[in-house]
Protein backbone atom coordinates (compact mmCIF):
# COMPACT_ATOMS: atom_id res chain seq x y z
CA UNK A 1 0.00 0.00 0.00
CA UNK A 2 1.23 3.68 -1.11
CA UNK A 3 2.26 5.14 2.28
CA UNK A 4 0.53 8.94 2.78
CA UNK A 5 3.10 12.08 2.99
CA UNK A 6 3.39 13.59 6.27
CA UNK A 7 0.30 15.86 6.70
CA UNK A 8 -1.78 16.93 9.71
CA UNK A 9 -3.92 14.09 9.16
CA UNK A 10 -1.17 12.41 10.15
CA UNK A 11 1.05 14.42 12.62
CA UNK A 12 -0.01 15.24 16.38
CA UNK A 13 1.38 15.82 19.62
CA UNK A 14 0.17 12.72 21.37
CA UNK A 15 0.26 10.60 18.12
CA UNK A 16 2.88 7.99 19.91
CA UNK A 17 3.30 5.51 17.07
CA UNK A 18 1.58 6.52 13.46
CA UNK A 19 2.08 5.03 9.73
CA UNK A 20 5.64 5.97 9.36
CA UNK A 21 7.10 3.15 10.59
CA UNK A 22 5.07 0.30 9.47
CA UNK A 23 4.35 -0.87 12.84
CA UNK A 24 1.48 -3.29 13.88
CA UNK A 25 -1.06 -0.69 15.40
CA UNK A 26 -1.42 3.21 15.68
CA UNK A 27 -1.05 5.13 19.34
CA UNK A 28 -2.42 7.92 20.32
CA UNK A 29 -1.80 9.24 23.89
CA UNK A 30 -5.30 10.10 25.70
CA UNK A 31 -3.28 11.60 29.31
CA UNK A 32 0.21 10.85 30.64
CA UNK A 33 -1.40 7.55 32.09
CA UNK A 34 -3.37 5.92 28.77
CA UNK A 35 -2.97 5.80 25.14
CA UNK A 36 -5.09 4.47 22.84
CA UNK A 37 -3.75 1.61 20.49
CA UNK A 38 -5.96 0.89 16.78
CA UNK A 39 -5.85 -1.72 14.22
CA UNK A 40 -8.08 -3.29 11.39
CA UNK A 41 -7.76 -7.03 9.57
CA UNK A 42 -9.92 -8.55 7.62
CA UNK A 43 -9.64 -11.14 4.54
CA UNK A 44 -11.60 -13.75 2.63
CA UNK A 45 -12.23 -16.63 4.11
CA UNK A 46 -8.72 -19.44 4.17
CA UNK A 47 -9.92 -22.79 5.72
CA UNK A 48 -13.26 -24.53 4.93
CA UNK A 49 -15.22 -24.36 8.19
CA UNK A 50 -17.12 -21.13 8.35
CA UNK A 51 -16.58 -20.82 11.88
CA UNK A 52 -12.80 -21.64 11.94
CA UNK A 53 -12.17 -18.87 9.60
CA UNK A 54 -14.41 -16.51 12.07
CA UNK A 55 -11.80 -17.55 14.68
CA UNK A 56 -8.74 -17.30 12.89
CA UNK A 57 -9.80 -13.28 11.31
CA UNK A 58 -10.78 -12.86 15.33
CA UNK A 59 -7.05 -14.12 16.51
CA UNK A 60 -5.62 -12.00 13.38
CA UNK A 61 -7.09 -8.66 14.29
CA UNK A 62 -6.40 -9.08 18.01
CA UNK A 63 -2.66 -10.18 17.65
CA UNK A 64 -1.41 -6.26 16.95
CA UNK A 65 -2.73 -5.29 19.65
CA UNK A 66 -0.54 -8.28 21.90
CA UNK A 67 2.21 -7.24 19.46
CA UNK A 68 2.38 -3.69 20.47
CA UNK A 69 2.16 -4.75 24.15
CA UNK A 70 -1.63 -3.73 24.81
CA UNK A 71 -4.64 -5.03 26.13
CA UNK A 72 -7.46 -5.76 23.82
CA UNK A 73 -10.99 -3.40 24.96
CA UNK A 74 -13.50 -3.00 22.32
CA UNK A 75 -14.22 -4.69 18.21
CA UNK A 76 -16.27 -3.35 15.50
CA UNK A 77 -16.35 -6.22 12.94
CA UNK A 78 -16.24 -5.30 9.24
CA UNK A 79 -18.08 -7.94 6.81
CA UNK A 80 -18.84 -8.42 3.07
CA UNK A 81 -21.28 -11.23 2.10
CA UNK A 82 -22.45 -12.69 -1.09
CA UNK A 83 -25.79 -12.69 0.15
CA UNK A 84 -27.39 -13.91 -3.27
CA UNK A 85 -25.20 -16.96 -3.61
CA UNK A 86 -24.31 -17.73 0.63
CA UNK A 87 -26.99 -18.53 3.63
CA UNK A 88 -26.92 -15.87 6.78
CA UNK A 89 -26.64 -18.86 8.63
CA UNK A 90 -23.05 -19.58 6.85
CA UNK A 91 -22.25 -15.62 8.13
CA UNK A 92 -23.62 -16.56 11.19
CA UNK A 93 -21.50 -19.24 11.89
CA UNK A 94 -18.47 -17.04 11.12
CA UNK A 95 -19.64 -13.93 13.31
CA UNK A 96 -19.96 -16.32 16.31
CA UNK A 97 -16.53 -18.09 15.74
CA UNK A 98 -15.23 -14.45 16.04
CA UNK A 99 -17.11 -13.71 18.91
CA UNK A 100 -16.28 -16.92 20.73
CA UNK A 101 -12.41 -15.26 20.79
CA UNK A 102 -13.05 -12.16 21.58
CA UNK A 103 -14.78 -13.18 24.90
CA UNK A 104 -11.57 -15.17 25.15
CA UNK A 105 -9.60 -11.97 24.78
CA UNK A 106 -11.99 -10.08 27.24
CA UNK A 107 -12.58 -8.12 24.07
CA UNK A 108 -16.28 -6.25 23.62
CA UNK A 109 -17.82 -6.64 20.35
CA UNK A 110 -19.46 -2.99 20.41
CA UNK A 111 -20.91 -3.59 16.75
CA UNK A 112 -19.70 -3.20 12.83
CA UNK A 113 -20.84 -2.52 9.13
CA UNK A 114 -21.80 -5.45 5.91
CA UNK A 115 -21.73 -4.88 2.64
CA UNK A 116 -23.13 -7.29 0.24
CA UNK A 117 -20.16 -8.52 -1.97
CA UNK A 118 -19.01 -10.97 -4.68
CA UNK A 119 -16.71 -12.43 -2.05
CA UNK A 120 -17.01 -13.23 1.76
CA UNK A 121 -14.81 -11.02 3.82
CA UNK A 122 -14.50 -10.74 7.30
CA UNK A 123 -12.42 -8.93 10.49
CA UNK A 124 -12.49 -6.31 12.88
CA UNK A 125 -10.96 -3.44 14.01
CA UNK A 126 -9.79 -3.38 17.50
CA UNK A 127 -9.72 -1.00 20.29
CA UNK A 128 -6.65 -1.63 23.14
CA UNK A 129 -5.18 0.16 25.96
CA UNK A 130 -1.61 0.87 26.61
CA UNK A 131 0.14 2.79 28.98
CA UNK A 132 2.59 5.40 27.49
CA UNK A 133 5.81 4.59 28.39
CA UNK A 134 4.94 0.94 28.16
CA UNK A 135 4.36 0.18 23.84
CA UNK A 136 5.92 -2.15 22.15
CA UNK A 137 7.31 -0.88 19.55
CA UNK A 138 8.74 -2.66 15.99
CA UNK A 139 11.40 0.36 16.08
CA UNK A 140 12.57 -0.35 19.53
CA UNK A 141 15.46 -3.39 18.70
CA UNK A 142 18.95 -2.88 19.47
CA UNK A 143 22.57 -4.82 18.27
CA UNK A 144 22.93 -7.63 20.27
CA UNK A 145 19.23 -8.36 21.20
CA UNK A 146 18.16 -12.30 20.53
CA UNK A 147 14.99 -12.44 18.27
CA UNK A 148 12.32 -15.15 19.65
CA UNK A 149 9.29 -16.50 17.20
CA UNK A 150 6.45 -17.66 19.32
CA UNK A 151 4.20 -19.95 16.40
CA UNK A 152 5.22 -22.29 13.39
CA UNK A 153 6.03 -20.96 9.94
CA UNK A 154 3.98 -22.08 6.91
CA UNK A 155 0.50 -21.40 7.74
CA UNK A 156 0.42 -19.48 3.70
CA UNK A 157 1.56 -22.84 2.58
CA UNK A 158 -0.64 -24.76 4.36
CA UNK A 159 -3.85 -22.75 3.25
CA UNK A 160 -3.16 -22.93 -0.35
CA UNK A 161 -2.62 -26.56 0.12
CA UNK A 162 -6.38 -26.71 1.94
CA UNK A 163 -7.47 -24.74 -1.26
CA UNK A 164 -5.76 -27.08 -3.91
CA UNK A 165 -7.43 -30.03 -1.65
CA UNK A 166 -3.80 -31.41 -1.17
CA UNK A 167 -3.70 -31.04 3.04
CA UNK A 168 -3.72 -33.54 5.39
CA UNK A 169 -6.52 -33.73 8.09
CA UNK A 170 -3.77 -33.84 10.48
CA UNK A 171 -1.63 -30.97 8.73
CA UNK A 172 -5.17 -28.52 8.99
CA UNK A 173 -5.98 -28.98 12.41
CA UNK A 174 -2.15 -28.20 13.51
CA UNK A 175 -1.95 -25.23 11.29
CA UNK A 176 -5.90 -23.95 12.75
CA UNK A 177 -4.94 -24.87 16.32
CA UNK A 178 -2.05 -22.17 15.57
CA UNK A 179 -3.75 -19.62 13.51
CA UNK A 180 -6.74 -19.39 16.31
CA UNK A 181 -4.24 -19.16 19.54
CA UNK A 182 -4.24 -15.37 20.54
CA UNK A 183 -0.75 -14.08 21.31
CA UNK A 184 -2.27 -12.93 24.60
CA UNK A 185 0.03 -15.06 26.45
CA UNK A 186 2.93 -14.05 24.35
CA UNK A 187 2.28 -10.39 24.88
CA UNK A 188 1.69 -11.04 29.03
CA UNK A 189 5.10 -12.65 28.59
CA UNK A 190 6.69 -9.66 27.22
CA UNK A 191 5.29 -6.93 29.20
CA UNK A 192 6.17 -9.41 32.57
CA UNK A 193 9.74 -9.21 30.95
CA UNK A 194 9.87 -5.65 30.28
CA UNK A 195 10.25 -6.35 26.06
CA UNK A 196 10.48 -3.20 24.49
CA UNK A 197 10.40 -4.26 20.83
CA UNK A 198 8.30 -6.95 18.84
CA UNK A 199 5.74 -7.75 15.71
CA UNK A 200 3.81 -9.82 15.19
CA UNK A 201 4.55 -12.10 11.89
CA UNK A 202 1.69 -11.50 9.32
CA UNK A 203 1.21 -11.37 5.75
CA UNK A 204 4.65 -10.35 4.56
CA UNK A 205 6.19 -12.89 6.11
CA UNK A 206 9.04 -13.45 8.59
CA UNK A 207 11.72 -11.89 6.59
CA UNK A 208 9.28 -8.75 5.51
CA UNK A 209 8.27 -8.48 9.09
CA UNK A 210 12.05 -8.47 10.45
CA UNK A 211 12.96 -6.06 7.50
CA UNK A 212 10.38 -3.74 9.08
CA UNK A 213 11.07 -4.51 12.40
CA UNK A 214 15.24 -3.62 11.50
CA UNK A 215 14.51 -0.87 9.33
CA UNK A 216 12.75 0.72 12.14
CA UNK A 217 15.12 -0.05 14.46
CA UNK A 218 18.16 0.94 12.56
CA UNK A 219 19.91 -2.49 13.05
CA UNK A 220 20.91 -5.34 10.89
CA UNK A 221 19.56 -9.38 11.45
CA UNK A 222 20.71 -12.33 11.48
CA UNK A 223 18.22 -15.59 10.99
CA UNK A 224 19.68 -19.16 11.90
CA UNK A 225 17.56 -21.26 10.04
CA UNK A 226 17.85 -24.48 11.45
CA UNK A 227 16.46 -23.09 14.82
CA UNK A 228 13.09 -22.00 12.98
CA UNK A 229 9.64 -23.76 14.18
CA UNK A 230 7.99 -25.30 10.82
CA UNK A 231 4.84 -27.06 10.12
CA UNK A 232 5.44 -30.37 9.19
CA UNK A 233 4.95 -31.26 5.66
CA UNK A 234 5.64 -27.37 4.44
CA UNK A 235 8.50 -27.35 2.83
CA UNK A 236 7.83 -30.55 0.71
CA UNK A 237 4.40 -28.69 -0.16
CA UNK A 238 6.51 -25.42 -1.62
CA UNK A 239 9.07 -28.01 -3.14
CA UNK A 240 5.81 -29.49 -4.97
CA UNK A 241 5.28 -25.65 -5.78
CA UNK A 242 2.48 -24.87 -3.17
CA UNK A 243 3.04 -21.37 -2.91
CA UNK A 244 0.50 -18.70 -2.46
CA UNK A 245 1.15 -15.80 -5.05
CA UNK A 246 1.18 -13.16 -1.55
CA UNK A 247 4.34 -15.32 -0.82
CA UNK A 248 6.00 -15.77 -4.34
CA UNK A 249 5.86 -11.47 -4.31
CA UNK A 250 6.98 -11.32 -0.53
CA UNK A 251 9.80 -13.01 -1.49
CA UNK A 252 10.42 -11.19 -4.68
CA UNK A 253 10.49 -7.97 -1.96
CA UNK A 254 12.67 -9.52 0.59
CA UNK A 255 15.38 -10.32 -1.96
CA UNK A 256 16.14 -6.88 -2.21
CA UNK A 257 17.40 -6.55 1.26
CA UNK A 258 18.18 -10.49 2.13
CA UNK A 259 21.16 -12.51 1.51
CA UNK A 260 20.26 -16.09 1.81
CA UNK A 261 23.38 -17.91 1.37
CA UNK A 262 23.17 -21.34 0.45
CA UNK A 263 19.06 -21.94 1.31
CA UNK A 264 17.26 -23.32 -1.36
CA UNK A 265 14.03 -21.89 -3.26
CA UNK A 266 11.41 -23.61 -1.05
CA UNK A 267 13.29 -22.40 2.53
CA UNK A 268 13.76 -18.77 0.56
CA UNK A 269 9.77 -19.04 -0.05
CA UNK A 270 9.42 -20.73 3.70
CA UNK A 271 11.00 -17.49 5.34
CA UNK A 272 8.87 -15.36 2.97
CA UNK A 273 5.63 -17.25 3.20
CA UNK A 274 2.72 -14.84 3.88
CA UNK A 275 1.70 -15.79 7.82
CA UNK A 276 -2.40 -15.32 9.19
CA UNK A 277 -2.40 -15.28 12.48
CA UNK A 278 1.28 -16.07 13.00
CA UNK A 279 3.32 -15.70 16.31
CA UNK A 280 5.01 -12.98 17.87
CA UNK A 281 8.82 -12.20 16.86
CA UNK A 282 10.38 -10.43 19.90
CA UNK A 283 13.63 -8.82 20.10
CA UNK A 284 14.94 -9.49 23.63
CA UNK A 285 17.79 -7.41 25.23
CA UNK A 286 19.80 -10.95 25.37
CA UNK A 287 20.51 -11.43 29.01
CA UNK A 288 17.13 -11.71 29.66
CA UNK A 289 16.26 -14.44 27.17
CA UNK A 290 15.90 -16.71 29.30
CA UNK A 291 13.55 -15.52 31.68
CA UNK A 292 11.71 -14.62 28.31
CA UNK A 293 11.43 -18.29 27.00
CA UNK A 294 10.24 -19.26 31.41
CA UNK A 295 7.58 -16.71 31.10
CA UNK A 296 6.08 -18.03 27.12
CA UNK A 297 6.42 -21.02 28.88
CA UNK A 298 4.56 -20.24 31.70
CA UNK A 299 1.80 -18.81 29.53
CA UNK A 300 1.65 -21.89 27.85
CA UNK A 301 3.57 -20.70 24.75
CA UNK A 302 6.61 -22.03 23.20
CA UNK A 303 9.44 -19.60 22.22
CA UNK A 304 11.89 -20.10 19.43
CA UNK A 305 15.51 -18.25 19.92
CA UNK A 306 15.63 -18.19 15.83
CA UNK A 307 18.60 -15.38 15.59
CA UNK A 308 19.96 -12.15 16.69
CA UNK A 309 19.70 -8.14 15.54
CA UNK A 310 23.17 -6.75 15.07
CA UNK A 311 25.07 -4.09 14.59
CA UNK A 312 23.35 -1.90 11.01
CA UNK A 313 25.52 -3.63 8.34
CA UNK A 314 26.03 -3.21 4.58
CA UNK A 315 29.18 -5.32 4.75
CA UNK A 316 26.76 -7.73 2.37
CA UNK A 317 26.70 -5.14 0.03
CA UNK A 318 24.15 -2.28 -0.02
CA UNK A 319 20.76 -2.50 0.79
CA UNK A 320 21.58 -5.49 3.52
CA UNK A 321 19.62 -5.98 6.41
CA UNK A 322 18.66 -9.59 6.81
CA UNK A 323 21.10 -12.59 6.86
CA UNK A 324 20.00 -16.20 6.65
CA UNK A 325 22.28 -18.79 7.87
CO1 LIG B 1 0.99 -6.86 12.66
CO1 LIG C 1 -2.37 -6.05 10.87
CO1 LIG D 1 4.36 -3.01 17.22
Not at 6 to 23: E, K, Y
Not at 241 to 249: C, L
Request: proline content about 4%; aromatic content about 4%; charged content about 20%.
Amino acid sequence: MRRLSNSAATSHPDLLVGIGTADDAGVYRLNDDVALVQTVDYFTPIVDDARDWGRIAAANALSDVYAMGATPLTALSIVGWPRDSLSFDLLGDVLEGGADVLTEAGCTLLGGHSIDDKEPKYGLAITGLVSPDRIITNAAGRPGDRLILTKPLGTGIITTAIKRQLASEEMIRGAVEAMTTLNAGAGAAMRRIGVAAATDVTGFGLLGHLGEMARASGVSAVIEFSRLPVFEGVLELAAADVIPAGSQRNLQAVARFTRFGDRNVSEQILLADAQTSGGLLIAVDAPLTAALLQALEEEGVTGHDIGELTERSFEDGPGSVVRVQ
